[in-house]
């Protein structure tokens, strides 16, 4: 590979970390649920600490109907949370079968350390998805598949 192709793709690559950077700046966490977008991914953040029932009811309406306005390649953020009940489990369970329907896939961002669900709850929740410690590391786990490209920024945000 010639030396100009190099430097060409590490600028590139400079470009796409500043624009991450900047992205995860951005990043709001006044409510309750968020969704973001960032180079053709939705980024959804759960900002709660326990997440149970009454919770998971809203949190299911919410995050289909994100998966039902055409988003594929999901990555939720539910690092924030201390606790989650079966229900709010079952909803994240749920998404990735409806996505996967679609041909699509979710990633979670999840602290172990954080979560103090029962560990077996906690052990099929990470069977079953890809898991990554930050938002930044999901959000580049989709970097080398064929993404769609989307040159803005923009969240919707939701408040209980």
């Known amino acids: 590979m010639e030396s100009g192709q190099i430097e060409s793709k590490s600028f ?28 053709g991914i939705t980024l959804v953040v759960v900002n709660l600490s326990r997440a149970v029932m009454c919770e998971s009811q809203v949190f299911y309406r919410y995050l289909f109907k994100v998966i039902d306005e055409g988003a594929e390649k999901i990555v939720i953020d539910i690092s924030s949370l201390e606790f989650m009940d079966s229900s709010f489990a079952g909803v994240l369970v749920a998404a990735l079968k409806r996505v996967k329907n679609k041909c699509g896939d979710i990633r979670l961002v999840i602290n172990n350390a954080n979560l103090l669900t029962s560990q077996v709850l906690l052990n099929g929740i990470i069977k079953i998805y890809k898991t990554y410690p930050t938002i930044k590391k999901a959000l580049q786990s989709y970097e080398g598949e064929k993404e769609k490209v989307t040159p803005s920024i923009s969240h919707l945000s939701f408040q209980k």
């Open 12 to 39: 590139v690559h400079c470009l796409h970390e500043r624009a991450l950077d900047n992205f995860m700046n951005s990043i709001d966490i006044r409510y309750d649920f968020q969704k973001h977008l960032y180079r």
